[in-house]
């Protein structure tokens, strides 16, 4: 795994927001519609503890609908967007109306060109080349 894709983050004080199984909307033109979450990276737990993960963290996605040629196939992804509402350091509580990840390159690039929607600040500050294609970040 490139040295640049920074897998850990802080767990310190985030609440479980997406599980292993949750589907998510894809926020990106790749092709793929929805997913669900396979696999999260850097995970250490508990046995019997079922994986979570939280905005900005680098999930593996397996793709339901979508194109043909993305369908049934696994990807790398970054969660950009949860309904789980998360408190940012200056107090103020944030959450969106959906489930969303961007799709990335084993490289660390977004494999679409835009990014559709807003996307959480975090996700822009330790994804800055996803940020670069977003709309809008919130």
């Given at each position: 795994?490139?040295?640049?894709?920074?897998?850990?983050?802080?767990?310190?004080?985030?609440?479980?927001?997406?599980q292993h199984n949750s589907s998510v909307v894809v926020a990106d033109?790749?092709?793929?519609?929805?997913?669900?979450?396979?696999?999260?990276?850097?995970?250490?737990?508990?046995l019997r503890r079922v994986p979570f993960a939280?905005?900005?963290d680098l999930v593996?996605?397996?793709?339901?609908?979508?194109?043909?040629?993305?369908?049934?196939?696994k990807f790398k992804a970054v969660i950009?967007?949860?309904?789980m509402p998360f408190r940012r350091p200056d107090g103020t509580w944030i959450s969106f109306e959906d489930n969303a990840v961007v799709i990335i390159n084993p490289d660390g690039t977004p494999k679409g060109t835009e990014v559709r929607g807003p996307i959480a600040r975090e996700a822009a500050e330790r994804w800055p080349k996803i940020a670069s294609v977003a709309t809008m970040v919130i």
């Open positions: 795994m490139p040295e640049k894709m920074n897998v850990l983050g802080s767990r310190k004080g985030f609440t479980p927001a997406l033109n790749s092709g793929a519609k929805e997913a669900v979450i396979i696999g999260i990276y850097g995970y250490r737990g508990v939280n905005i900005a593996m996605v397996s793709v339901r609908k979508g194109s043909p040629d993305v369908r049934k196939q950009v967007r949860q309904r």
